[in-house]
């Protein structure tokens, strides 16, 4: 079946596939940070984790960008990134033929397809690093560890570059807000 796909053509898919990759990194990780870094209720036992889980498996990203603000002070660099991540993520995902000469089937069509996916896997891709910074610096703090990183350098990059960025993007909301 694949040998009737001309290369320009795997090409697209191969980032169409990329990007829905990075997307759903993305939507695993900040639900992770959501359930286990910005609880809505503290502590989290084994009750509320099952109940969370069954919940928020229904929950869309819209719900927890609304949920995020509710826990803390989010700062603009980080909002705007989110923000922007929300909007490609549902073009992209229910209505790509509205962006302006999306078409797969033309060399030009393919190029402004490619350019739009790749700025979301790009802006999936910071926040997947991001959000892995959080994870991170969480697991030091409390000593649960969350798997290994299976590759040093990215270990390395993560605790270089992206550890201790959680205190700059959020911060807890004042008391009776």
Same mark, same amino acid.
């Given at each position: ?69 509710? /826990? ?16 490609? /993520? ?27 996916? *790749? /700025?979301? *896997?790009?802006? *999936? ?53």
């Amino acid at each position: 079946m694949t040998a009737n796909i001309s290369e320009k053509d795997k090409h697209i898919y191969m980032v169409m596939g990329i990007t829905l990759h990075q997307l759903h990194a993305f939507e695993n990780l900040f639900k992770f940070v959501m359930t286990f870094i910005i609880q809505r209720d503290s502590p989290l036992n084994i009750d509320k984790y099952e109940r969370l889980e069954k919940e928020y498996s229904k929950k869309t990203l819209g719900y927890f960008l609304k949920e995020l603000r509710l /826990r803390a002070v989010v700062s603009d660099e980080y909002a705007d990134l989110l923000e922007e991540l929300l909007e490609k /993520r549902n073009i992209f995902i229910h209505c790509p033929g509205t962006i302006q000469g999306w078409d797969l089937f033309s060399n030009e069509g393919q190029k402004i397809a490619e350019a739009f996916m *790749a /700025r979301l *896997a790009s802006i *999936a891709g910071t926040l997947n690093l991001l959000h892995s910074g959080f994870i991170y610096d969480w697991s030091k703090e409390t000593g649960i560890p969350c798997g290994n990183i299976p590759d040093p350098a990215m270990e390395e990059l993560i605790k270089t570059n992206y550890s201790g960025k959680i205190n700059l993007l959020l911060r807890a909301k004042p008391l009776g807000q």
